[in-house]
């Protein structure tokens, strides 16, 4: 067959690569390859353990790409001949351009017992998630390697049943996404919800007679379980790149800008792309839907020409997540990593209720902290913790990154606040930090000067 089009995979960025192309150029014909019948959503995956009845309820409906006329094919690639792509089952699909959107697999470790039942990682598909599902109903005690927000998630969700759970992570939880005072505010959390959390731990080995039956921690402690889930990360699908001879960095699909790979007419989205940190172009691998779609959207506007002018640079990772009653998200820099790159920084914090009079029934703290540069005055980074309203609180700091927003710029904003939705506009708690980083940063004194002045003449 023939296709002018031919994006290898399905999730997020392939959807929204296929969609973009689609509206951008309804000339061409765009086809879709990708290995499971039907594609699941990745954020949702936690969710399906308890929060939703059913996993169907968890799929990536195709009635959008049907409605388009895109073309898909439930098939896998497995190599190329020039320009046409060889499938599984045998199929030759020759194309002008080509999408690799090929995602990542779970990490497993290599470790002793790894092999037993009731061992698994977490895979993305609706075979894999209906099993998961009917394991952890059937399980008592409940071992979760990793302490990100995947591990945590699904802890959460885990609790619900009310099994036995323990979270085990080698260093601090989060720690790659928050700074430690927001870490802590995390395991508080989980132990609150009956977690058993197991920070800067190690783990030796897998106990079990064909099924897994305890794990032996670092120190020789073992903690009884009868299914260990590892939420350690996940590594690029790079197979088929490599296959072509495509540049890759540190197992990433090498790209530029525009997400063109080091071949004419290949282009690279997704997880399986490389991607570069905001600020110090520092390469770095984000595995994030919301991010693998803005990728999508742009390469599916530029297949055949730059139509959409790439605004954005570089990488924020800007996520958010909540269990129990906390939620908490982040974007940009945070303090660590600032230090680790050599920035010059200014923090601001504060902290008030997200409604006001703080006596609301449904008020939650909301507890903010802002990295400004200490020479331009930009913003670097936000983190917040609080209830629900954090999720589009740090999507508008991460506009305001974005966009290069300053300390003063976001000072004197117009925000509207309401009694039942926001914080007080006295106590409004992005610019009560950034008031905070500007009395660290001197703009009092720098005020009192210039008024000095002013009065000398």
Known sequence: MNTDVLIIGGGPAGFACAKSAAHTYPEKKITIVRRDSVSVIPCGIPYVISSLEQVEHNILPDQGLVADDIEIVVDEVTGFDGKTAITASGKKISFEKLVLATGSRPTLPEIEGANLDGVMVIHKNFDFLSRMKEQVKNAENVFIVGGGFIGLEVADEILKLNKNVTICCRSRILRAAFDPEFCELAITEMENLGANVLS????????????????????????????????????????????????????LIKTDEYLRTSEDNVFAVGDCAIKREYFSRVPVSVMLASTAMAEGRLVGSNLYELNLIRGVKGTLGTFSTSFGKLSIGATGLTEVMAKKLGFNYIIGTAQAPDRHPGKIVDATMLKVKLLFSANSHTLLGAQVSGGKSVGEMINILSVMIQKGFTDTEIDTLQLGTHPLLTSSPIAYPIINATGNALIKSGWGRQREAAAMIKAMF
Not at 205 to 222: A, I, W
Not at 225 to 233: A, R
Request: net charge negative.
């Open 200 to 251: 800067g731990t190690s783990i030796q080995k897998l106990e079990g007679s064909g099924s897994v039956s305890g794990v032996v921690l670092g120190d020789g402690t073992t903690v009884k379980s009868d299914l260990v889930i590892f939420g350690i990360g996940y590594d690029a699908n790079v197979e088929l790149a490599e296959k072509m001879g495509l540049e890759l960095h540190n197992g």
